[in-house]
């Protein structure tokens, strides 16, 4: 047989290359939290728009960064859905009140 099968053994979880990226690992979990915070207290309440437009405008910073600077396939798709999931919190939170909504006068 050419190519044996090996479980891949050194890295981080999102690491296929075998090297450990802590930054890229980083930057996937905060865009994922940042995402899905954004994404959920969108759809649960209008009156929540300031905190869903915030996350959403951070998700979407923390990884279009990530973006730039990951490594590998894996890292790039959680990142992809964190930065879909954060921009849909964050659109909708503009629409209901937008980041400053109701504090500035």
């Given at each position: ?48 728009h ?37 921009a849909v ?17």
């Amino acid at each position: 047989m050419a190519q044996a099968l090996r479980p891949n053994t050194a890295g981080g979880l999102f690491a296929t290359d075998g090297k450990p990226h802590p930054l890229q690992d980083t930057l996937l979990a905060v865009t994922l939290v940042l995402g899905i915070t954004s994404f959920v207290t969108a759809l649960v309440d209008d009156d929540l728009h300031l905190l869903s437009s915030w996350t959403g405008l951070v998700g979407i910073l923390t990884g279009a960064y990530g973006q730039w600077v990951s490594v590998t396939t894996r890292e790039r798709f959680g990142l992809i859905l964190g930065l879909g999931a954060s921009a849909v919190g964050f659109f909708l939170g503009m629409a209901h009140g937008g980041l400053f909504g109701g504090l500035i006068d």
